[in-house]
């Protein structure tokens, strides 16, 4: 069982920045993968960053130059930069991990979401 726990969303004003965090705790061994996902209100779950065990790192086109993924392993935990916020990255942003535990199982684990309100 594995636990994340997000937390850093908020209510910011167009221009403004926030940094996500999301730690992972519990039966880990490895996590090959943590990636943030948001969604709007009405729209389906889309994509916004991903960050290998590697440090390799993957954007969304409408979040490219604006945001940047980085990871803690001894931690656990990713984070999310997010800079010059537009209206339109309103959304509840919920924290993915992928990976194997000590059993070498699969780990494919969400964050609860926290939300994301750009507005003046």
């Known amino acids: 069982q594995v636990q994340l726990v997000e937390s850093g969303g908020g209510l910011v004003q167009p221009g403004g920045s926030l940094k996500l965090s999301c730690a992972a705790s519990?039966?880990?061994?490895?996590?090959?993968?943590m990636s943030w996902y948001r969604q709007a209100s009405g729209k389906e779950r889309e994509f916004v960053a991903r960050?290998?065990?590697?440090?390799?790192?993957s954007y969304a086109d409408s979040v490219k130059g604006r945001s940047t993924i980085s990871r803690d392993n001894a931690e656990n935990t990713v984070y999310l930069q997010m800079n010059s916020l537009k209206p339109e990255d309103t959304a509840v942003y919920y924290c993915?991990?992928?990976?194997?535990?000590?059993?070498?199982?699969?780990?494919?684990?969400w964050g609860q979401g926290t939300q994301v309100t750009v507005s003046s």
């Open positions: 993915n991990v992928n990976g194997y535990n000590r059993g070498w199982s699969v780990i494919d684990s």
């Open positions: 519990g039966n880990i061994f490895s996590l090959n993968f």
């Open positions: 960050i290998t065990s590697g440090g390799a790192t």
